[in-house]
């Protein structure tokens, strides 16, 4: 597994004691169109915490402009559990904004943003709170079976990996989603990031903090549909890149001068050919190859300037992440 997980040497680790108050544990779970699944999904983290006096779960619901009927199920569970409380977004915002205001909402002692499709069975939670307790301030769900994701998902998650890890600063930890528990301190930092566009994965990793993981083989969806496509994903690969690696922009300083001094030492070939052999330079189908092959290659890097462009663009406007149409608390 790679290092990167191992990162806390034990010895520096603090126990935190057991108190008699029950420790105040935070679910934050974004919902797009999540009818079928939020009432399976209370009903199994009800079981896992059955002993109130253990662990108090607070639900920070995220609904992220559901055009279902997400929202009435939520209101409705809320009057039976009132640790619920519901965050209704003005508009589908996407799961990494749906995440940061569930952060923010969130009062636990400890957090753990989890999926509500039961992908990230909450039976780790209480291991994960016994990591915690040993001192470590992140424990991370670490997948060792993606037998549950398609091989196209697989194949492309291992690519981003690949070259993300290469040339991002920090690296993310490989087959580690969203599902972790962080310490509050750990919430607190990663709620006074300024930025807007926020990559959750590369901000988990760039708040670092002792962390550990423990290792699950992530089941099917119980109900319901993806809500990530492959263009999604690929723009959501772009995303992270872009936000942790300023590295597509300066290879093509590196790119150009190869290209041209391999042009310039061809020119002179070209030269020392006709001048010696009186050789005539046939041209027009490497003419061609050429100056596509260079056309193609400058729209590129147009390209690739035109995507840190774009960020940096709607960045400098400052608009917040999301809005928040309404907070549903239990006695409202
Ligand atoms: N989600 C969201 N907003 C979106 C898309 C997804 O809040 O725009 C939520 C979704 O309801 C679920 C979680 O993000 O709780 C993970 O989504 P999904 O299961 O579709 O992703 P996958 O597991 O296929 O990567
Ligand atoms: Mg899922």
Redesign the pocket.
């Known amino acids: 597994m790679t290092s990167e997980l191992h990162a806390a040497p034990r010895q520096s680790l603090i126990h935190r004691p057991q108190l008699d108050t029950p420790l105040v544990l935070s679910l934050v ?6 009818a079928e ?1 939020v009432a399976l999904f209370v009903e199994r983290v009800e079981q896992v915490f059955a002993d109130p006096d253990a662990v108090r779960v607070e639900y920070v619901f ?1 609904n ?2 559901s055009e279902d009927e997400t929202l009435d199920i939520l209101l409705l569970l809320q009057r039976r559990i009132a640790r619920i409380r519901i965050v209704d977004l003005s508009r ?4 990494e904004a ?1 995440l940061s205001a569930g952060l923010r909402c969130a009062t636990g002692q400890v957090v753990v943003p989890i ?3 039961l ?1 990230d069975p909450p039976e780790l939670i209480p291991t994960m709170v016994k990591r915690w307790r040993e001192g470590y301030d992140v424990v991370l769900g670490h997948r060792i079976d993606r037998a549950s994701d398609s091989w196209a998902k697989r194949a492309s998650a291992n690519w981003f990996y690949r070259i993300h890890n290469k040339i991002a600063d920090p690296a993310i930890p490989e087959n580690v ?1 969203d599902f972790r528990l962080m310490d509050r301190q750990v919430v607190d930092a990663l709620n006074d990031l300024p930025e807007s566009r926020r990559f959750m994965k590369g901000l988990f990793a760039w708040v670092g903090f002792r962390t550990t993981h423990i290792d699950y083989s992530r089941p099917e ?1 119980v109900a ?5 496509n492959g263009w999604r994903l690929w723009n959501f690969a772009l995303e992270g890149i872009t936000s942790f690696s300023t590295d597509p922009l300066k290879i093509w300083t590196y790119l150009g001068i190869a290209v041209s001094l391999s042009a310039f030492l061809f020119a002179i070939l070209i030269v020392l050919k006709v001048v010696l052999f009186g050789i005539d330079v046939p041209g027009y189908a490497s003419l061609m190859v050429a100056v596509t092959f260079l056309g193609g290659l400058q729209l590129i890097g147009i390209g690739v300037l035109g995507e840190y462009l774009g960020r940096t663009y709607l960045e400098s406007k400052r608009r917040p992440v999301y809005l928040v149409r309404r907070i549903y608390e239990a006695e409202d």
């Open positions: 779970v974004p919902v797009y169109n999540e699944t995220v992220d402009g589908n915002f996407g799961k749906a999926d509500v499709d992908q989603g969806r319901g549909t993806s809500k990530f």
